[in-house]
């Protein structure tokens, strides 16, 4: 079977291996929140959602929300779960902003920027039944701020990759 055919090749596991690295690193990098579990650890799967696609990305930035989490010992419990689907859902909005929109203007970029951005960081609200309303507006900011600081280091690689012709 060649390698065009068999999906999990060799280079595909090696690149979701290195990001989700990555994505662990990241996630040491702490920002100041009520759960202790809000760090830089999306950019490198928004980064590979980009630029590889979806299941890459989805892959490497629901391992680093789980490890970053589990590092402050899971402080929300299961509900690490949901969140982790919630950041799949973010990279694949971003990939769909950068790859279905015109690049006319980096039109794509920013509307792939705004939009993940804003979805992962008001996503405590989506939680609110579960999380409480306080926690959920308590931890609103923080979200905020480390989902933009996530997304802008990530656009800022693709785009200097995609100088490089790195990536496609």
């Known amino acids: 079977m060649s390698s065009k055919n068999n999906y999990w090749n060799t280079k595909r596991v090696a690149r979701i291996a290195i990001f989700t690295s990555i994505a662990i690193l990241g996630s040491f990098l702490k920002l100041p929140s009520p759960t ?9 799967g928004f980064f590979a959602a980009a630029a590889w696609g979806y299941l890459e990305g989805g892959l ?4 680093g929300h789980l490890i970053s ?3 402050v010992g899971f402080p929300l419990g299961v509900l690490h779960l949901p ?3 919630i950041m799949i859902f973010a990279a694949a909005l971003f990939r769909a902003g950068i790859r279905k929109i015109p690049e006319k203007y980096k039109l794509n970029q920013i509307t792939g920027t705004l939009t ?24 609103t900011p923080s979200l905020i701020v480390a989902s933009f600081i996530n997304v802008i280091v990530a656009i800022t690689v693709y785009n200097i990759l995609k100088e490089t012709k790195y990536i496609k």
């Open 36 to 44: 202790g579990t809000v760090a830089l650890d999306s950019a490198p």
């Open 60 to 63: 490497v930035i629901s391992a």
């Open 69 to 71: 989490s589990a590092i």
């Open 83 to 85: 969140i982790a689907l």
């Open 116 to 139: 993940a951005g804003s979805f992962n960081g008001l996503a405590g609200i989506i939680l609110a039944p579960a999380l409480g309303w306080g926690m959920a507006i308590g931890i």
